[in-house]
C-alpha cells in the first residue's frame, strides 16, 4: 500500500490500510486513519492528526507551518476529521500556538488550490471551490459553500448553510442561510434552494424570508435595533431564525448586508 518512493518519518502512525502514492512525503507525528488514500506527491507535516477515508489528490501541503509572523517555534496542530476530499495544490496550515489548532470537520470538499490558514475552523459538508481561500482564525459552518476565487479575510465567520459567490471579497461576517456575492460582498438573498435540498421544514423557510426581509430589506439601517425587534415577533420561536438573530448579535464584524 505504500510505493516504494514515498518517505514516512519512523514516528508517523499510518493505519494499516493507508495507501501512500509515488513520492509522498509523511513527517514526524502525522497520525492517519483507516481507508485514507494518498495519491502522489502528497506532503503532511507537524502534528497532524487525520481521520478516517480521507483522500489527498497529488501537490497536496497539509499541515504546514503557519505563515503568522507571531508564530514563536512551538510545536502546533492541524486536527482533519473523516470523509474529507483534497484536491491538487489545497493548502492547510496549521494553528500558530499549541492551545488552538487548526480543525477541519468532516465530509468536506477543497478544490485545486484551495486554502485554509493558520487557526481556522470548519465544520462539516462544507466546499470551498477552486482558488477559495480562508484568512487566519476564520470559521466555517456546516453546509457553507464559498465559490472560487473568493476571499475570507482573518477572524470572519461563514455561518453554515450560506453561499459565498465567486470572486467575492469577504471582510465581515456572512450570515446562516444567506447568499452573498460581490467586491465587496452583499446579501443577495436567501439560500433557498440550498434549504430545500437539506430538508428545510417549509414552515421553517417561510420563517426565514420574512426574517430576511426584516434584517435586510427594511428601510432602517440599525441592524441592532431591527434584530431586537425580530427577536420579539413570533418568527423568533424558529429554531433557525433564532440561529440568525443569535449570529447577527454575537458578531464581532459585523455582519454582510
Known amino acids: 500500500m505504500i510505493h516504494p518512493t514515498a518517505i514516512i518519518d519512523p514516528t508517523a502512525k499510518l493505519a494499516s490500510d493507508v495507501e501512500v502514492g509515488p513520492f509522498c512525503v509523511v513527517g514526524a507525528n502525522v497520525q492517519i486513519g483507516a481507508g485514507s488514500v494518498l495519491k502522489s506527491h502528497v506532503v503532511i507535516e507537524g502534528h497532524t492528526t487525520i481521520g478516517e477515508n480521507n483522500t489527498f489528490f497529488p501537490f497536496a501541503a497539509i499541515g504546514q507551518l503557519t505563515q503568522d509572523l507571531k508564530y514563536d517555534g512551538e510545536p502546533t496542530a492541524l486536527i482533519i476529521g473523516n470523509g474529507n476530499t483534497f484536491r491538487e495544490n489545497t493548502t492547510i496550515h496549521r494553528g500558530t500556538t499549541e492551545e488552538v489548532p487548526t480543525r477541519i470537520g468532516n465530509n468536506n470538499l477543497f478544490l485545486a488550490y484551495a486554502h485554509v490558514a493558520h487557526d481556522c475552523l470548519v465544520g462539516n459538508h462544507c466546499i470551498l471551490s477552486n482558488n477559495a481561500t480562508l484568512g487566519g482564525h476564520s470559521a466555517v459552518g456546516d453546509f457553507a459553500i464559498i465559490s472560487g476565487l473568493s476571499g475570507v ?38 439560500n433557498l434552494i440550498g434549504l430545500q435540498r437539506r430538508g428545510f421544514p417549509k414552515d421553517s423557510r417561510r420563517a426565514l424570508k420574512k426574517a430576511y426581509k426584516k434584517l435586510f430589506l427594511s428601510k432602517k439601517n440599525n441592524m441592532a435595533e431591527l434584530t431586537e425587534e425580530l427577536a420579539t415577533s413570533e418568527h423568533a420561536e424558529d429554531v433557525h431564525v433564532a440561529r440568525l438573530i443569535d449570529f447577527i448579535s454575537t458578531s464581532e464584524r459585523g455582519v454582510v448586508r
Not at 470572486?167 to 436567501?190: M, Y
Open 153 to 190: 479575510h482573518q477572524f470572519c465567520q461563514i455561518g453554515e448553510h450560506s453561499l459565498v459567490g465567486g470572486c467575492t471579497k469577504i471582510v465581515q461576517d456572512v450570515p446562516p442561510f444567506t447568499i452573498v456575492d460581490g467586491n465587496p460582498a452583499t446579501v443577495r438573498g436567501l
